[in-house]
C-alpha cells in the first residue's frame, strides 16, 4: 500500500501538537556579530556556518 507524501507543513503541525518546536532556528546577533545559536560562537556578519561546532542554518 503506498502512502500520500507529507509535506512540511503537516509534518510541522503534528510535532508541535506533540510539543515539538518547528521554528526555523538562525544567526542571533551580539555585539554586531552573527551568534551561533547552538554553542554561542562568535562569527564576522559574512559567516555561513559555525567555525566551533558547524551549525549552519537551513
Known amino acids: 500500500m503506498a502512502s ?4 512540511d507543513e503537516m509534518f510541522d503541525e ?9 521554528e526555523t532556528v538562525g544567526w542571533e ?5 552573527k551568534q551561533c ?5 562568535l562569527h564576522q556578519s559574512e559567516a555561513t556556518e ?6 549552519s542554518p537551513v
Open 4 to 7: 500520500a507524501p507529507v509535506d
Open 14 to 22: 503534528f510535532l508541535s501538537q506533540r510539543g515539538h518546536e518547528t
Open 29 to 33: 546577533e551580539n555585539y554586531n556579530k
Open 37 to 41: 545559536p547552538d554553542c554561542g560562537g
Open 50 to 55: 559555525c567555525s566551533v561546532c558547524g551549525w
